[in-house]
């Protein structure tokens, strides 16, 4: 099963970002996530066993996760403005995210990252957008402001992302 770590958002967060990413429907490439599944990816750890599951809920639930405050920063888009395949909203500080995320990297040692982490919340995918949709895009990130909707990270979550051909279902996994 596809498995990831997570921080959830708060309800104000999740519906400022829904908010904003209307101004973003006209591109006809995105496709948008579901407020419900919006999260900060702590770590993707990819396919696992139902074994490896288990160890991975027993290394994270001994835990010790001290509660700090986030909140949204800006728009961006990855790898870049001009060439978006994703777009999202930043989280900051990011000192704070950066801390929990080595926290979890000592307690999963053997789960590497294929990039470093940026915190951030994915808003849209974007599926070869056409040159126009490009200079749009780059031009709403620079012009759509986002309120800094503040807070609290108390706990993360082992999450199992299904996908399906309506975007992807995402399930808690209990840390038992």
Same mark, same amino acid.
């Given at each position: ?12 967060? =999740? ?12 591109? =006809? ?25 288990? $160890? ?6 001994? /835990? ?5 405050? !986030? ?19 930043? !989280?900051?500080?990011?000192?704070? /995210?950066? $801390?929990?995320? =080595?926290?979890?990297?000592?307690? /999963? ?7 470093p982490f940026q915190s951030h919340v994915t808003i849209a995918r974007l599926k ?24 609290? !990270?108390? =706990?993360?979550? /082992? ?18």
């Amino acid at each position: 099963m596809r498995v990831f770590i997570a921080v959830d958002l708060s309800p104000e967060a =999740r519906n400022e970002i829904e908010r904003v990413s209307k101004d973003f429907f006209e591109i =006809r490439s995105a496709r948008f996530v579901r407020p419900e599944n919006m999260h900060v990816t702590m770590k993707f750890l990819g396919e696992l066993t139902e074994d490896a599951v288990h $160890q991975v809920a027993v290394a994270l639930k001994g /835990l010790e996760i001290h509660p700090f405050k !986030v909140k949204l920063s800006k728009l961006g888009c990855f790898p870049d403005e001009a060439n978006p395949h994703v777009l999202w909203a930043g !989280v900051e500080p990011h000192m704070m /995210l950066d $801390q929990l995320k =080595r926290i979890i990297d000592r307690a /999963l040692p053997s789960y590497k990252d294929d990039h470093p982490f940026q915190s951030h919340v994915t808003i849209a995918r974007l599926k070869f957008p056409r040159p126009d949709e490009k200079t749009k895009i780059a031009s709403l990130v620079k012009e759509v402001k986002i309120e800094p909707k503040e807070w609290e !990270v108390k =706990r993360i979550r /082992l999450m199992k992302s299904t996908l399906t051909e309506k975007g992807a279902v995402y399930e808690e996994i209990k840390l038992n």
